[in-house]
């Protein structure tokens, strides 16, 4: 007969087997991170001598020359603008028409939100080809302007979505009362519905942020200048120009990098839930 | 009165529906117009061509079904080993476990990551032959130094790389979804198949599994879909096509529209594209209401 000891030994093992397995992928996710971040405080000269993960001497000149000769500081500004307008953007026009889709009657409201929701599961991979030639029509193309326009759209089905969730639970007294008060519609949305979203509109600022913040394709092709470039495409850039600097690309790798995961780290309960509310939407 | 109220709400849905129609709508019509025509995106004349870009791409660019078959190798790369690395890492997690909020943490650093950063933080790690190259470092230790190459230079390892990498960056996704899966099945039915006897292995057949069919098919559909249009990471990790051999269908819809001025072309491209992957999507879709129906 199999004693208590045989279980608990066995127990014990299994246990340190399933800890070593995700240790081993934890590792594995944070090394190329602490790799890149150690080799941004090396010099041409100790990146291919100096092996360890702690650098012997710490350079932080990489990120003086990123910042002021490479113009990441100029690239840096540009993400954060596009970010902040896109997301206050989506915030806006996406919590109005999920209020009026939750709460107000009007002719066209069922088709109207189903154009939107179709939008979020049919894939169109050539879609930035047509919208370049839309941008140089309305002459929009290398602005910021057509840029945040672009990307308020992509990001606005999800955002309707998830807010008119949250809305079609809300418990209406709270409107009903402001409503005697005398409050306008929109007063009610600004002044009741926003303040009462805010857990929700915590993960749609979350995660459109993420998505403006890392967003590639379309800023390539819109922007002409260096001028309007974000991080994403200038570093692409950056690296044809200074190929072998690995020191310097590194510097403007962490630069990208570091904002998302410290708005990740403090954020990262709101993120959980957006993606998690995203896979039921597919 | 009424009237006026009507109007007052449609105030509440009118920036939405104008950057709608104008930014996703309009472009979505053009792409089917444009794909009738054969048009370099400057000049003001365009010339019909009807259905002559689809023909083309079936049956004359084999270039379009190199990407697409690079791409179906990466797909099911993903589809393999990222996902069932996804579901044993929150099958193991799914339990009383210590650091299970660390775990999670650092399982989705990946995914928030752009492409752009993973891309060139890897290609930094893994194409130099010496130096920071850890992989071919251990090569050379473990004294296999004939094996250490650069993995994104060479045609033959350049996909494959790509395609570990793509799972890499995009495993988390599918481990906070499983898991949220896992955690909704009720901790009484492995109790009661435990006093009936079970083994672990038997309860995770009879009743993980099973229970799972519906997150899993989901996953599998998101990881096609996303997997099939991924590009960025390659433009960041190879830096180039390679002749070909890393190409996806999207880079080559971005070469017709850059590279070779054909926009109709690549409108017809991204349509064609567009049409498998809706295809795709409802076999699986179809796929899973059969094995939901068979339970």
Avoid at chain 1, 86 to 103: H, N, P, T
Avoid at chain 2, 114 to 124: C, D, L, P
Wanted: net charge positive; glycine share 6%.
């Amino acid at each position: 007969m199999k004693t208590n000891i045989y279980y608990k030994t066995k127990g014990v093992i299994i246990n340190l087997l399933i800890h070593a397995f995700l240790i081993s992928v934890a590792v594995t996710c944070l090394y190329p991170l602490l790799w890149m971040l150690s080799s941004s405080f090396k010099t041409q000269e100790t990146i291919f001598k100096d092996l360890s993960l702690i650098p012997a001497k710490f350079h932080f000149q990489n990120y003086y020359l990123a910042w002021i000769q490479g113009g990441f500081g100029r690239y840096f500004l540009n993400s954060i603008f596009y970010t902040a307008s896109v997301v206050i953007g989506i915030v806006i026009v996406a919590s109005l028409a999920a209020y009026a889709f939750s709460r107000l009657r009007f002719p066209g409201r069922n088709i109207l939100f189903i154009m939107f929701m179709a939008a979020m599961m049919i894939p169109v991979p050539g879609s930035f080809v047509a919208l370049y030639v839309l941008l140089n029509k309305l002459h929009l193309r290398n602005t910021p302007v057509g840029y945040i326009l672009c990307m308020i759209n992509v990001g606005l089905s999800t955002s309707i979505f998830l807010l008119k969730t949250f809305f079609d639970k809300m418990p209406k007294e709270l409107e009903d009362a402001a409503r005697i008060d005398g409050c306008s519609k929109l007063g009610i949305w600004w002044n009741v519905a926003l303040p009462l979203a805010k857990p929700v509109l915590a993960v749609v600022v979350v995660f459109n942020a993420l998505n403006v913040w890392n967003e590639y394709i379309l800023a390539l092709i819109i922007f002409d200048s260096k001028h309007f470039m974000p991080l994403q495409v200038a570093l692409q850039t950056f690296q044809g120009e200074f190929v072998t600097n690995y020191p310097l690309l590194m510097a403007g790798l962490t630069i990208t990098a570091l904002p998302i995961i410290i708005v990740y780290l403090l954020m990262q309960k709101y993120i959980v839930k957006g993606v998690t509310a995203g896979a039921i939407v597919g | 009165m009424k009237i006026k109220s009507t109007l007052e709400n449609y105030i509440f849905v009118l920036p939405a529906v104008a950057i709608f129609t104008i930014f996703y709508v309009i472009p979505f019509i053009w792409v089917f117009q444009l794909g009738l025509y054969d048009w370099d995106g400057i000049l003001p004349t365009k010339v019909f061509v009807g259905l002559g870009n689809f023909k083309e791409i079936i049956f004359q660019d084999p270039s379009w079904w190199q990407a697409m078959r690079n791409a179906g190798y990466i797909t099911l790369i993903a589809l393999t080993f990222q996902n069932i690395l996804a579901f044993l890492l929150a099958w193991a997690c799914d339990r009383e476990i210590r650091l299970k909020n660390f775990y999670r943490v650092i399982f989705f650093i990946p995914p928030v990551l752009s492409e752009i950063v993973v891309g060139m933080a890897w290609r930094f790690i893994i194409n130099d032959i010496d130096g920071a190259n850890i992989i071919n470092r251990t090569l050379i230790n473990i004294g296999l130094p004939q094996l250490a190459h650069s993995w994104l230079s060479d045609p033959k390892t350049a996909l494959t790389t790509v395609a570990l990498v793509h799972s890499w960056k995009g495993f988390g996704w599918g481990f906070l979804i499983f898991l949220a899966g896992l955690q909704t099945i009720p901790r009484e039915l492995y109790e009661a198949v435990h006093v009936d006897g079970a083994n672990a292995w038997q309860s995770f057949r009879k009743i993980t599994i099973p229970l799972m069919i519906p997150v899993i098919v989901l996953v599998a559909i998101l990881t096609v879909l996303g997997t099939m249009q991924a590009f960025v990471l390659i433009i960041s990790l190879v830096q180039s096509e390679l002749a070909g051999h890393t190409s996806v269908p999207v880079l080559r819809i971005l070469a017709s529209m850059r590279g070779s001025s054909r926009f109709g072309y690549a409108c017809a491209q991204g349509i064609g594209f567009g049409v498998i992957l809706v295809v795709i999507s409802f076999i699986q879709y179809r796929f899973s209401r059969r094995a939901r129906q068979i339970q």
